[in-house]
């Protein structure tokens, strides 16, 4: 009897897996908040040069036309946010005059920002744009190191020492490196803590996903995993409305991390995995953990017939098989793991991390690109369910690859549709990462599976840093990040192709497998009587 069967005997998908599930997807919401929190934090407010500090302003000129003087004008009639004359050229308080050959110098005493969408903001309060414009993606740089140093970490951790204890220390280092972030005024020192919050993001999600395969039956895997995916897409909506009410960015910062005191508080309630539990010989644990989950869903009764005897022969069944199939398997998995979630993160922080670039209004657009992740999942649900894993995973990536290339060739008037074109690429980029999470936990088996996971999810990191560095190849031509982002999504497409598909939805219907679940659980009833 495998170790889903006797979580069946235990009341299959009851009160607990429900309400572990949630308090385990709760804090994915607000890690979403986290990981696009930079499009408001360090958004880029319209700005330009400051006036001569030498006092050759005239009073006599209205605000525009000490612009004028001071500041050449764009081909949009705007003053050009990085350079101004380097002597005032007053024939242009005269708006029908013209100069040529003025000479030009950079922003000497600084920049003037527009604070009426944001009042202050990284880039305003440390002038990160003209030429220190790479800091402001340095910074989300950083923080993608930072997840990608947290998924080697946590990974091997989390196999070793169990998956809460590095989850409830994600929570607090969350709390305190997120609330920190805002209260320096080193934009070294913020990079710091951005790069330890990253960290956290990996031991959540790793641990998080985990924990509810671990202890969920298999009829509920699917929709468990899709349920991550819901949780991920509220919290890009949620944090539209914060960031709406929430405008200064420190203010912001905090708001988005103190939640994570409470999460910690409440987080020593969740029990380990007795898988976890079983496989490293602490099944007094397991079966102290088991005998809570039948109290929780009403089979007090199956729990107490728990016994060391019982339980001993569970993980021992399934992690052999899976450890001899892991064996067999692991170069082929492992290598399409590593093009799938690279190519999958890269094309999808290209997209969702410069929402400022499809010129609408940034919250309209955070909200969009939340929005459409919704059906997208529910349509990729439904065919995980009834197609499977790997037709999921690649029809999506190759989906999302085309839209992405094709928006180029929408013309650049046509803002709207290039953004709701661009969202349904992101909502399909979206619902893939999703499944690929769920499928890469059922490709690797429980005694390697946080390793392995771990691994995998270090080459998705990887797409994340290298995401801005292909966004700025745009100024060398607007062509290059949507090409490069596309191809990648469409290689990793093919890549899920040569996955094995896993048992045991997806080869039979699911109705059909539940009754036969069913029918197995009435026996074992039987003859535990």
């Not at 003025?102 to 990284?122: H, N």
């Not at 598909?501 to 074992?524: C, N």
């Amino acid at each position: 009897m495998a170790f889903t069967e006797l979580l069946d005997t235990l009341g299959g998908v009851g009160r607990f897996q429900m309400l572990y599930t949630a308090l385990l997807l709760f804090p994915c919401s607000l890690l979403a908040c986290h990981n696009f929190l930079q499009n408001f934090t360090a958004a880029v407010p319209w700005h330009h040069c400051q006036g001569h500090a030498n006092g050759t302003w005239s009073t006599n000129l209205t605000e525009e036309n000490q612009w004028r003087v001071s500041i050449p004008m764009d081909q949009h009639q705007r003053p050009e946010p990085c350079l101004r004359f380097v002597q005032p050229q007053w024939v242009l308080s005269d708006p029908n005059a013209t100069v040529g050959g003025a000479a030009t110098e950079g922003c000497e005493d600084g920049w003037t920002y527009d604070q009426s969408v944001f009042p202050s903001t990284i880039v305003t309060e440390w002038d990160l744009v003209c030429n220190s414009r790479p800091m402001r993606d340095l910074a989300q740089t950083v923080y993608m190191a930072g997840v990608l140093v947290g998924a080697a970490v946590f990974g091997s951790v989390a196999d070793r020492w169990g998956r809460k204890a590095p989850l409830i220390w994600s929570y607090l280092q969350l709390a305190v490196s997120g609330a920190c972030s805002a209260c320096f005024s080193s934009f070294i020192v913020y990079c710091v803590f951005r790069f330890l919050t990253g960290m956290t993001f990996s031991g959540i999600i790793l641990n998080s996903l985990s924990l509810v395969v671990e202890w969920m039956p298999t009829q509920g895997r699917t929709v468990a995993g899709a349920l991550l995916g819901y949780a991920f897409t509220l919290g890009q909506i949620l944090l539209a409305g914060v960031a709406y009410l929430v405008r200064p960015w420190r203010w912001l910062q905090f708001a988005v991390s103190a939640p994570f005191l409470v999460i910690f508080l409440y987080s020593w309630w969740l029990p380990e995995s007795s898988r976890w539990l079983l496989l490293h010989g602490k099944s007094h644990l397991a079966i102290q953990n088991l005998r809570k989950v039948a109290r929780l869903n009403g089979k007090r009764e199956e729990g107490q017939r728990l016994t060391k005897e019982v339980t001993r022969g569970h993980p021992g069944q399934e992690s052999m098989g899976a450890a001899l199939v892991f064996l067999r398997t692991i170069r082929k998995v492992t290598c399409c793991l590593m093009v799938i979630w690279f190519s999958n993160s890269l094309a999808y922080y290209g997209l969702a991390m410069d929402l400022q670039k499809f010129g609408l209004s940034i919250y309209l657009v955070q909200v969009m690109f939340g929005v459409i992740d919704i059906p997208a999942m529910l349509v990729s649900t439904t065919t995980m369910i009834y197609v499977g894993r790997r037709a999921t995973v690649a029809s999506f990536l190759i989906l999302a690859g085309f839209m992405v290339i094709a928006n180029m060739f929408v013309p650049e008037d046509m803002q709207t549709l290039r953004t709701a074109q661009a969202a349904m690429g992101k909502g399909c980029l979206a619902s893939s990462f999703i499944c690929v999470y769920l499928f890469a936990g059922e490709l690797y088996p429980t005694q390697v599976r946080q390793m392995g996971m771990g691994f995998v999810s270090v080459n998705a990191r990887v797409g994340g840093l290298v995401a801005p560095l292909v966004s700025m190849l745009g100024e060398y031509h607007t062509a290059l990040p949507p090409v490069i982002f596309g191809a990648t999504a469409i290689l990793a497409g093919v890549a899920a192709c040569f996955l094995m598909e896993t048992p045991p939805d997806h080869r039979q219907s699911f109705i059909k497998q539940h009754k036969e679940r069913q029918k197995t659980v009435a026996a074992l009833k039987e003859l535990t009587i």
